[in-house]
Structure formats: structure tokens, C-alpha cells
């Protein structure tokens, strides 16, 4: 399945702004994820990343969240949730996968851990969709992160917007708009597994 013509074909379809959960796991992914939805949708940037680590580099990277937010609220509503940090929260959610490989099973339960907790808010609060920035690396699964994101669309009875946010330059546009920005890019995926990777 193309999920990003998939996407395309929903904003095509389009008669009102709805509102959309995003789920962001860094500014820099989140800076092309944003630019491309904002035109569309009452974008609210869901920061919840308890795999993170350590709390300094957290902290690095909310800073320049919130800094790409402030660029792009000239175009467009945009606001941020933020879960607050607990990184114990992670911990348990791998445990015992620690020693997989990066891209492997823990990979895929944090991105569970991460949507799953998206999905239950868009639920709570009236969003008309959620997704996730993920799919915009070209390290990360565009199938399963939307294989997750479809099954907790039906768990939760909300909607999951496809994505495969690579797709049409997205993760070039993503280094621009970083670079055009200042936003710091970090050179590891999140946690302290593959930091140590």
C-alpha cells in the first residue's frame, strides 16, 4: 500500500480543517511532517517520548520542539501537548529486549508504547485524527508503523491518518528546513540502546 497516496487521497476528500493529533519525536522530523499538514489541519503536536535518553538530550530536543512550533504557528493553528517525562515508563515496556538490535522487537514496542498513547488522547479529546511523525526517516518501518497505527485506530474508534512522510523528499525537506531553522538534529534514534549502538 502507498499510505502517503493513501493520505493524499483524504486531503483531496476534505471539507472542513479537522483536527489532528501528531504525534512528533523530534523537531526534525516533525519540521516537513508540519509544514506539509498545517495547510490541511488544526495541527496539535503530542510530545510523548519516554524512551529518550538520558534527560539532557530530552531536554535538547522539547527546546527545539517548541522553537519549530513558534516558526510555524504564523501559518497556521498550532499548539503542543506534552507528556511529562518518565522514562521508567519505557524501561518496563522493553523489558527484555534490551539486547535486540535497533530496527528489531524493542523498536517496534516502543513505537506501540508511543501511538498508543496518541491514539488514546485523539480518542479522549475529540481529535478527528492521529499520527505520528515517525515514517518521515528512512530508518523507520512505514508499513508497521502503520499496521500499529490502523489497529489502534480501531482499539481506541478514532482515526489513524496514513503516512509515509519520506515519500515526495520529506526527509530531505526535513534536513532543509532543520538547517534553515537552526534545529538541532541529533545522531541517534532516541534511547540508550542506541546511543550505545
Same mark, same amino acid.
Given at each position: ?10 486531503? !483531496? ?5 479537522? @483536527? ?5 519525536? &523530534?523537531?526534525? /522530523?516533525?519540521?516537513? &511532517? ?10 496539535? $503536536? ?9 534527560? #539532557?538530550?530530552?531536554?535538547? @530536543? ?6 519549530? %512550533? ?12 506534552? %507528556?511529562?517525562?518518565?522514562? =521508567? +515508563?519505557?524501561?518496563?515496556? $522493553?523489558?527484555?529486549?534490551? =539486547?535486540? !538490535?535497533?530496527?528489531?522487537?524493542? /523498536?517496534?514496542?516502543?513505537? !506501540? *508504547? @508511543?501511538?498508543? =498513547?496518541?491514539?488514546? %488522547?485523539? !480518542? ?9 511523525? *515517525?515514517? $518521515? ?6 508499513? *508497521? %508503523?502503520?499496521?500499529?497505527?490502523? #489497529?489502534?485506530?480501531?482499539?481506541? #474508534? ?17 534536513? +532543509? ?8 538534529? =541529533?545522531?541517534?534514534?532516541? /534511547? ?6
Amino acid at each position: 500500500m502507498n499510505f502517503q497516496q493513501e493520505q493524499d487521497n483524504i486531503i !483531496k476528500g476534505l471539507t472542513f480543517k479537522p @483536527r489532528l493529533l501528531l504525534h512528533s519525536c &523530534c523537531g526534525p /522530523c516533525s519540521s516537513y &511532517c508540519i509544514e506539509a499538514l498545517i495547510k490541511h489541519f488544526d495541527v496539535t $503536536v503530542l510530545w510523548y517520548n519516554p524512551n529518550i535518553q538520558p534527560k #539532557s538530550e530530552y531536554d535538547l @530536543r522539547l527546546t527545539n520542539q517548541i522553537k519549530l %512550533i513558534k516558526e510555524f504557528e504564523k501559518q497556521g493553528k498550532l499548539t503542543l501537548i506534552e %507528556i511529562p517525562y518518565d522514562e =521508567q +515508563e519505557f524501561f518496563s515496556y $522493553v523489558l527484555g529486549l534490551e =539486547q535486540e !538490535k535497533e530496527g528489531g522487537k524493542r /523498536c517496534t514496542e516502543c513505537f !506501540k *508504547l @508511543r501511538l498508543n =498513547q496518541t491514539a488514546k %488522547i485523539a !480518542k479522549e479529546q475529540n481529535f478527528d485524527y492521529f499520527t505520528t511523525t *515517525l515514517t $518521515v526517516s528512512p530508518h523507520k518501518n512505514a508499513p *508497521l %508503523i502503520n499496521e500499529i497505527g490502523y #489497529s489502534l485506530a480501531e482499539k481506541y #474508534s478514532t482515526k489513524f491518518l496514513p503516512c509515509d512522510f519520506k515519500k515526495k523528499n520529506g526527509y530531505k525537506r526535513s534536513i +532543509e528546513l532543520s538547517k534553515q531553522l537552526n534545529i538541532y538534529r =541529533q545522531n541517534y534514534c532516541g /534511547c540508550i540502546f542506541s546511543l550505545n549502538e
